[in-house]
């Protein structure tokens, strides 16, 4: 199983930008899809952003495209979430997580498996 961390979370101003970094360890990440999802006080767990093993397709939530860009770094074991013109309602835990190689991208939380501990983004207005 691999193991996640993120880090890159913090307090930003509205507009500003944030880059969020997941580490694995365990296992190569080329053996997975990645994705991040968020999850704000009393809200449910909320798809952000999906790339394939190799690099590509990429899929994103509706709402963030344009502003939100994920990629990966296999030789790192690296994913990204570049996050651009960030709004208060960005504000929630980031998440980084590790599904099965799927020839379709998704946005269904169950179908990933390995999650990290998650790492706090707030947007001040």
């Known amino acids: 199983q691999v193991q996640l961390v993120e880090s890159g979370g913090g307090l930003v101003q509205a507009g500003g930008s944030l880059r969020l970094s997941c580490v694995a360890s365990?296992?190569?990440?080329?053996?997975?899809?990645m994705a991040w999802f968020r999850q704000a006080p009393g809200k449910d767990r909320e798809f952000v952003a999906a790339i394939g093993w190799s690099g590509g397709p990429t899929y994103y939530e509706d709402s963030l495209k344009g502003r939100f860009t994920i990629s990966r770094d296999n030789v790192k074991n690296t994913v990204y979430l570049q996050m651009n013109s960030l709004k208060p309602e960005d504000t929630a835990v980031y998440y980084c997580?590790?599904?099965?190689?799927?020839?379709?991208?998704?946005?269904?939380?169950?179908?990933?498996?390995?999650w990290g501990q998650g790492t706090q983004v707030t947007v001040s207005s």
């Open positions: 365990g296992r190569t990440i080329r053996d997975y899809d």
């Open positions: 997580a590790a599904g099965p190689i799927s020839g379709v991208l998704t946005n269904d939380p169950a179908r990933y498996y390995s």
